[in-house]
């Protein structure tokens, strides 16, 4: 099937440590995003990157990085400077630069600091 | 960016139709409007989009008025399974590379909720 997925649904993560949480598409799609949601919000963009190798920061990019080396993958790390990163991360990828803004989105991961 | 308004919540019977409102008063005449929803803990699924002309898909239908600053959202046969938040989005079509024209703004949206 194709789609978009992302691993894991849950993390958790010590305080001053660094985690990646993954997301992979199969749906040759050029762009893809990054979005952090907190309870009962909207969401807000963190990173998006429009082609390979090349990425921009979003809204609230701060304390967070990514890499996109491959069309399919584009892998979110939160560092140990992003003070308040318990929420439910959604990565999303759009087909490319024409058309329409339908973006398919993956089922989340959830981000706890113990 | 035009901005939406939406109200925080509505409930629906089910099997009724439900009708979410969105008011875009400042939308410019190359902005889409986007429907999408989230189900509790879920990513958010596209539902449906228009620019002008009212759009019929198998999930829902999109009633844009004439002068664009409002839009409805029908979903024909409520069930408990279209209990979500929904948003309602305007936006550029297309990406400008190495900007931000191209990402979608989500607000909070509207929360249904469908009742047996």
């Known amino acids: 099937d194709g789609g978009i997925t992302q691993s894991p649904k849950y993390l958790f993560r010590k305080e001053g440590q660094n985690v990646t949480l993954s997301c992979e598409q199969n749906l040759n799609h050029d762009a893809m995003y990054w979005y952090r949601q907190d309870p009962g919000q909207g969401l807000r963009l963190i990173y998006y990157?429009?082609?390979?190798?090349?990425?921009q920061k979003g809204d609230i990019a701060e304390g967070y990085s990514v890499s996109r080396e491959k069309k399919e993958s584009f892998p979110l790390t939160v560092t140990s400077a992003q003070k308040n990163p318990t929420a439910f991360y959604l990565c999303?990828?759009?087909?490319?630069?024409?058309?329409?803004?339908?973006?398919?989105f993956g089922p989340g991961t959830r981000l706890l600091v113990l | 960016d035009a901005k939406t308004t939406q109200p925080p919540s509505m409930d629906c019977a089910e099997g009724r139709a439900a009708n979410l409102p969105c008011n875009h008063s400042t939308i410019s005449g190359n902005e889409y409007v986007y429907w999408y929803r989230q189900i509790h803990s879920q990513g958010p699924q596209y539902i449906i989009h228009g620019l002008k002309n009212n759009e019929t898909n198998e999930m829902a239908s999109l009633i844009i008025t004439e002068d664009r600053k409002s839009s409805t959202l029908i979903l024909p046969h409520a069930t408990l399974r279209d209990t979500a938040v929904y948003y309602c989005i305007v936006r550029v079509a297309g990406v400008n590379y190495g900007g931000s024209q191209g990402n979608l703004i989500f607000g909070k949206g509207t929360k249904l909720s469908v009742k047996p």
């Open positions: 990157s429009q082609i390979v190798n090349d990425f």
């Open positions: 999303a990828s759009k087909l490319g630069a024409e058309g329409t803004e339908t973006q398919y």
